[in-house]
């Protein structure tokens, strides 16, 4: 008997290069195809007569074909066939397709499924699915791809819906699989849920949309209980270990809190209890700080990383980006420089190391001896990118781990630094994001971190003015910028981010503020143009990601020294850039963004006392693609932003997690947030009475099975 496991190799019914195909796809194993569900399914359950057929319905017709051949209309290629029933015979056309003349022959019975359309010579069917019937009786034809609801399976260029049907029907039918049902009967019971057999035969062939959707339901509810058992037993499992226990060191909070140039905002002061209250615990902390752009994370780290250093323990502080990382080193070397702290800061490029004895001052170090003095733990805290977590880095006495943004970094690189942790104990996990996550999504993608939130935004700031600009009101802007600038403010333009071929999107997903070359060359244009044609008398300064870091620094320090008064950048400035007497943000070709990304960029001004003014302009020939400006225009905080990209695209691009696998039965369900919740607590029960899923075998099997086919990020 063949299992779920069993690779496809072992199955006679498929040849070599569709195993190349499906390998491709992900698909290696039984469990792969039967779990590689449709995308959603088209109704062509009406098998209707000939006589009878009506323009624009989908439908089905059963017949004999009486002619079939190749033909030409104009230029393009066809199959063009005639079919006919007892009521009447109708034309049917395959565009571009005239294999189908080698497959088809005049006699063959045939049932096609498609789109009833009205031409000039009549009624015609446009290119129907196909399936060659044995005979005549058509009540015997056992029907897989016509006269039934059929499900279409995702696009690809590889591997039909038509070739997963009939493989999935084989699998089922003659391979006889054994499927085990890896959830407990008492929660099958307890939800309505279809047993998985049954599941599965629905989901891929329903014999209405009703057992469809009972399928699905059973589905997205296995997922994301999977998924919930597997991130709560990541938070048991991190639960067991030991991790430094740091007193508050009251006094000199106090006095660190009390030199900051600001008073804490009332959220900014409950995030640093909570977080200095769970340091003071021996279980290591894992708190998802989540904040809105400018709500203040940074400050609120910094007090937490102090009571961690003044413990005698070191910080790592990660940031996505060297722009950023560099921003943070100074900040941090900033407020804490009445403080004795050694910082370091490390990424892959240069390395500087600051010693408390030059008063803020850096001083450069070579990378060997800030390593060898961060291995020492004469390094107090160590700010840097992922080269932080890359190799040799290694710490003394780690005891707490700043990750900003900690969507760009995986659970693996995570878990990186937790070994490096010498003996059981293990660093606490400070984690900042700025993607505001709606709860449900937060319960579950990272639902091993304790989260807290920082609805605030410190006093004084005024609501950011959002505005679409058509092409006919640019000269206006522009005057309007002009105007801003005459009152000693600055602005930044955004270029779009294009989207260079042969670019695998999976990879410029992970780093989305890369640039490409032919981003350098768009931003390149647009600051010789704006600084020749339209601000000749004005300082205008240009960024993208193929500078070298030295000169990134230097563009973004002289910009927020005001030296210049307008910069010209690629994404690379979305995360972060803090520069307060910036008041407009100007965004070329908005629809080529997402809207967490647009809320980023608009983030990057509202961050002093001015009036602020985010402007969003589409690129030519797209200007009825407004969706995602508009929906900026609405939505001011950053739950807003994150509840309407939910509805436009779905959860997966909204965490950056669209690569990470998660099926997108999953991506559909978090928005339900019944479900999330009642799967999570399922989970819980189940995890209470059995941590080590010991007495559920079955269950365990599927755990890792779903594992297995995703990668969490
Ligand atoms: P984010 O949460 O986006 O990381 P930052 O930590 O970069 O925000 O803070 C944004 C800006 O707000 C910085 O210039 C910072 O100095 C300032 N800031 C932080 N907290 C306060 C506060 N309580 N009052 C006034 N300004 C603050
Ligand atoms: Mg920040």
């Known amino acids: 008997m063949l299992t779920l496991d069993t690779p496809l190799e072992n199955l006679t019914f498929i040849s070599k290069p569709y195993l190349g195909k499906l390998k491709k796809l992900g698909i290696k194993t039984i469990n792969d195809i039967l779990f590689y569900f449709p995308l959603r399914y088209q109704d062509f359950s009406n098998v209707v007569a000939i006589a009878k057929v009506q323009a624009n319905t989908n439908v089905s017709i059963q017949g004999k074909i009486l002619q079939i051949k190749a033909n030409y209309l104009g230029k393009f290629k066809m199959a063009e066939a005639v079919v006919e029933d007892e009521t009447g015979s109708i034309r049917v056309t395959w565009f571009g397709q005239t294999y189908i003349t080698n497959i088809l022959k005049a006699g063959d019975f045939v049932s096609l499924a498609g789109k009833v359309v009205y031409g000039k010579k009549g009624y015609y069917l446009s290119n129907p699915i196909f399936e060659k019937i044995e005979s005549q009786d058509f009540d015997q034809a056992e029907l897989v791809h016509t006269g039934r609801i059929v499900p279409m399976y995702p696009q690809n260029q590889k591997v039909s819906s038509k070739w997963i049907r009939k493989a999935v029907k084989i699998l089922l039918t003659q391979v006889k699989v054994s499927i085990p049902e890896p959830l407990p009967e008492h929660i099958l019971k307890e939800n309505g849920l279809l047993e998985i057999n049954k599941a599965i035969w629905q989901m891929h062939f329903p014999s209405s949309m009703q057992e469809a959707i009972s399928a699905q339901t059973r589905f997205a509810f296995e997922q994301l209980f999977l998924l919930e058992i597997s991130v709560l037993k990541e938070k048991l499992r991190l639960a067991q270990h030991q991790a430094p226990a740091m007193p508050i060191k009251l006094e000199v909070m106090q006095a660190f809190v009390n030199s900051l140039p600001f008073k804490l905002t009332d959220d900014q002061k409950k995030a640093v209890w909570r977080i200095l209250k769970d340091l003071e615990k021996d279980r290591p902390m894992s708190r998802l700080l989540e904040g809105d752009v400018g709500s203040g994370k940074t400050a609120v780290a910094a007090v937490a990383a102090l009571n961690v250093i003044k413990n005698g323990c070191q910080v790592a502080f990660m940031a996505p980006t060297e722009i950023l990382a560099k921003q943070h080193f100074k900040t941090i070397a900033t407020i804490y420089k009445d403080f004795n702290v050694n910082i370091g800061f490390l990424t892959g490029k240069e390395d500087k190391f600051m010693s408390k004895k030059l008063k803020g001052q850096p001083i450069e170090i070579s990378k060997k001896r800030l390593l060898e003095q961060t291995a020492k733990g004469e390094i107090n805290i160590l700010v840097g990118t992922h080269a932080l977590i890359q190799g040799k880095v290694v710490f003394d006495k780690l005891g707490l781990v700043v990750i900003d943004e900690q969507h760009r970094f995986g659970v693996e690189q995570r878990a990186n630094l937790v070994k490096q942790a010498k003996g059981k104990a293990i660093p606490h996990l400070l984690s900042m994001t700025a993607t505001p996550i709606p709860r449900s999504l937060a319960l579950t993608i990272y639902g091993d971190l304790d989260l807290t939130i920082i609805k605030q935004m410190p006093s004084g700031r005024k609501k950011i003015i959002t505005q679409i600009v058509k092409e006919n009101q640019r000269k206006e802007t522009y005057q309007f910028v002009r105007e801003q600038i005459k009152e000693g403010r600055q602005a930044f333009v955004i270029c779009p981010r294009i989207e260079e071929k042969e670019v695998d999107p999976a990879e410029q997903d992970q780093d989305m503020r890369k640039s490409t070359w032919s981003d350098v060359k768009t931003v390149t244009k647009e600051f010789e143009f704006l600084q020749k044609e339209i601000f000749p ?20 320090k002289d910009f927020k020294n005001q030296k210049a008064d307008i910069l010209v950048s690629t994404s690379v400035v979305e995360v972060g850039i803090d520069v307060p007497n910036a008041t407009v943000m100007m965004i070329e070709g908005a629809e080529r963004f997402g809207l967490a990304q647009l809320h980023q960029f608009r983030g990057r001004v509202g961050r002093s006392q001015y009036q602020s003014y985010c402007f969003l302009l589409s690129s030519p020939g797209s200007e009825g693609n407004l969706a995602r400006s508009k929906a900026l225009v609405e939505a001011d905080d950053g739950f807003a932003v994150a509840k309407k ?69």
């Open 537 to 556: 008398d004005l300082k205008v300064t240009m960024l993208h990601g193929k500078m070298l870091p030295k000169e990134k620094e230097k563009v973004m």
């Open 645 to 713: 990209d939910l509805e436009i695209r779905g959860p997966g691009e909204l965490t950056g997690s669209k690569q990470s696998g998660l099926p997108d039965i999953i991506m559909s369900s978090l928005q339900n947030l019944e479900l999330v919740e009642k799967t999570r607590q399922s989970a819980l029960d189940i995890l209470e009475q059995d941590p080590g899923l010991k007495k559920q075998p079955l269950l365990a099997a599927g755990l890792k099975r779903f594992k297995d086919s995703i990668h969490l990020e």
